[in-house]
């Protein structure tokens, strides 16, 4: 994943800061920040710590729709901040940095050779959300638990380049991701593996075709 400030020394980025009035805030685990911000346009930056995207139904039930740990980025306009259904809850201690989109356009560092690379790293950034929220769009759209996990799976080693990899998520993480009950989920990860479809040891996945 991209970091926002990649390829910008230490005194760049305080002054990338300085300029685009960004602000700082460390929260406690378990804090909604949704509820704590101001939810007109902004870019956030997860500097330590992790949080988690939740969606709650009419009924209660909860599904997980995105992590982000440290180094990751989120705002506005890649996420339904503005939803009532959807919770960013903090995961531990976590410190965020917050950018208002309008101060993007400062004039004063705009042409400077660090904030032309902010710039590149946002653009990365907003397309890497973009594809990931596609992946997941392709995934939803498969019927059954057998066919998103394969989907998943796909996705997993296109990424990665090789046929073996480590699912980056907890298991309960995963179903959540995939839509789907996590007994089924296990029962079916289980046929997968008869079938000669995948080898598993824990979290450790092999497509075997």
């Known amino acids: ?3 926002l400030f990649e390829n910008i020394n230490e005194q760049n980025i305080r002054k ?3 300029f685009l009035r960004a602000t700082t805030t460390t929260y406690p685990k378990g804090v909604n920040i949704l509820s704590n911000v101001n939810q007109d346009d902004f870019i956030a930056i997860v500097d330590l710590g992790s949080i988690q995207f939740e969606s709650t139904d009419y009924n209660g039930n909860k599904s997980i729709i995105e992590t982000i740990n440290q180094g990751g980025t989120f705002g506005s306009l890649t996420f339904p901040i503005n939803n009532e259904e959807v919770s960013c809850i903090t995961k531990e201690i976590t410190q965020i940095t917050y ?9 004063e560092i705009s042409k400077t ?11 990365k950034i907003l397309s890497d959300q973009v594809n990931e929220k596609n992946n997941r769009i392709e995934i939803l759209t498969k019927k059954t638990t057998r066919d998103k996990l394969l989907e998943y799976f796909k996705q997993q080693v296109s990424e990665r380049g090789s046929k ?8 309960t993480e995963l179903a959540n991701h995939l839509s789907v009950d996590r007994s089924a989920m296990t029962r079916e990860l ?5 079938d000669g479809i995948i080898k598993t040891n824990g979290r450790k996945i092999t497509l075997l075709y």
Not at 99 to 107: C, F, H, L, M, P
Not at 164 to 171: D, H, Y
Not at 190 to 194: A, F, V
């Open 1 to 3: 994943m991209t970091n």
């Open 16 to 18: 990338i800061k300085r």
């Open 164 to 171: 073996t990899f480590t699912i980056p998520i907890s298991f």
């Open 99 to 107: 950018i208002e989109y309008d101060s993007i356009t400062n004039d």
């Open 113 to 123: 050779d660090s904030y032309i690379i902010f710039i590149k790293n946002l653009i």
């Open 190 to 194: 289980s046929y997968l593996k008869d």
